[in-house]
C-alpha cells in the first residue's frame, strides 16, 4: 500500500531533489504541499516548490504557503548555501498558482482527511507544523507519523557548533514537535554520511532534463560532507534521507527523551539526547543513527531513472 505523505518544505535545493524523489516513487503518494520560511524567503520557497512540480508535470498536486518567519525569532535564511532564489538550476517559471488556503490550515484538512494514513514529512524549520501541534494537540495520534529532517543529536551542528539549520530557525518550534509530536528525528547525525559520490551527480549533469536540473540540485552546496575535518568530495543531500528512509527503512532508531534548546546563546537549536536515561522521562522521539549508504544509494538511482 502506498503511503500518503504531506511534504512540508523549505526549498532548497535538497528540498527540491527530495520532493521529485518522492515524486517518482511507487511507494509514496504527495497529497499536498506546504512551504515554510527558512532556506529562503516564503516567497521563494513557495515559487521553488511550485517550479519543481511543474519540472515534472505535477501540478495537479495541491501547494498551500505556510508560515512566513518562525513562531517569534526574525528569520534567518541560506541564500549563500542554496542560491539567492533559494534555489540552483533553471528550473521552469511556474503556471500554477498556490491554492488559497494557508499552509497551517490546509496541513490540518489533510490529517482530519487521511488520518492514520498520512505521514508529514517536514524537512524545514517546523513552524508549520507546530503551529498545526498547537491548534489540534491530538495531531499526533491521529496521523500515522511524523517524519523530520533536522537536529544534530549526537554529532555537531552546521548552522552553530550544536545545532542544525532547521532546528537553529526556529528552535522553538523544534522543541514543541520533538517533545509532542514523537516524530522521527532524522538528523545530521546520518545525512553526513548519507551522500552521492560527484562522479554520480556530474554523470546525471550530462543528462537532458529532469536530469540535469536535478543534478543541479544534488550539486547544490559546496558544503561537501564533511568527515574528520576534511571535505569529502561527496554531497551531501540532506532531506533525501527521510524520503529514502519512508520508502526503505535505511536508518537505525533509538528512542530517547530529546529536548531542544530555545536560549539566545550557544545552546540554541542544539538537541539533547538523554542517552542514558539518567532523567528517568519516557522517551519522546525516535532518533536516527545508522543509514545503509549502499541501499541509500541505490534506491536513488532507481528513481532517478523514473523520472
Ligand atoms: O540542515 C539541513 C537542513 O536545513 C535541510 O533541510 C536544508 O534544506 C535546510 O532546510
Ligand atoms: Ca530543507
Known amino acids: 500500500m502506498t503511503r500518503k505523505i504531506l ?18 516513487s511507487d511507494e509514496l503518494e504527495v497529497v499536498g504541499v506546504t512551504t515554510v520560511a527558512g532556506n529562503t524567503t516564503i516567497e521563494n520557497t513557495t515559487r521553488n516548490a511550485l517550479s519543481v512540480l511543474e519540472l515534472h508535470d505535477r501540478t495537479d498536486v ?50 482530519y482527511e487521511h488520518g492514520d494514513e498520512l505521514t508529514i514529512v517536514a524537512v524545514g524549520p517546523l513552524t508549520n507544523v507546530a503551529t498545526a501541534i498547537a491548534i489540534e494537540p491530538d495531531l499526533p495520534e491521529l496521523i500515522d507519523e511524523i517524519a523530520i529532517m533536522g537536529g544534530a543529536a549526537l554529532c555537531p551542528g552546521n548552522s ?70 576534511e571535505l569529502s568530495g561527496e554531497q551531501v543531500v540532506h532531506d533525501v534521507t527521510v524520503i529514502i528512509d519512508l520508502i526503505d527503512d535505511i536508518l537505525e532508531y533509538r528512542r530517547f527523551p530529546v ?15 538523554d542517552v542514558n536515561d539518567v532523567t528517568g522521562t519516557p522517551p519522546t522521539a525516535n532518533v536516527a543513527l545508522e543509514v545503509n549508504v549502499p541501499a541509500f544509494r541505490n534506491r536513488i538511482a532507481e528513481l532517478i531513472e523514473k523520472l
Open 62 to 111: 495541491p501547494v498551500a504557503r505556510g508560515c512566513a518567519a518562525p513562531l517569534w525569532r526574525p528569520l534567518e535564511t541560506a541564500e549563500h548555501v542554496h542560491g539567492s532564489s533559494g534555489i540552483t538550476g533553471s528550473p521552469p517559471v511556474p503556471d500554477v498558482e498556490t491554492i488559497d488556503t494557508s499552509g497551517t490550515r490546509f496541513m490540518l484538512e489533510q490529517v
Open 259 to 273: 529536548n531542544v534548546g530555545t536560549d539566545d546563546g550557544d545552546f540554541r537549536g542544539a538537541v539533547v539526547c
Open 160 to 229: 552553530t557548533p550544536e545545532a542544525e539549520f532547521n532546528f537553529y530557525v526556529d528552535p522553538e518550534a523544534a522543541q514543541r514537535v520533538v517533545r509532542d509530536g514523537n516524530p522521527r528525528l532524522i538528523g545530521l547525525d546520518v545525512t553526513q554520511d548519507a551522500t552521492l559520490t560527484a562522479e554520480f551527480v556530474e554523470e546525471l549533469a550530462e543528462r537532458d532534463d529532469p536530469h540535469r536540473t536535478l543534478a543541479a540540485w544534488f550539486g547544490y552546496s559546496e558544503v561537501d560532507a564533511i568527515r574528520e575535518g
Open 7 to 24: 511534504f512540508d518544505t523549505d526549498p532548497g535545493c535538497d528540498d527540491a531533489s527530495a520532493l521529485s524523489l518522492a515524486l517518482a
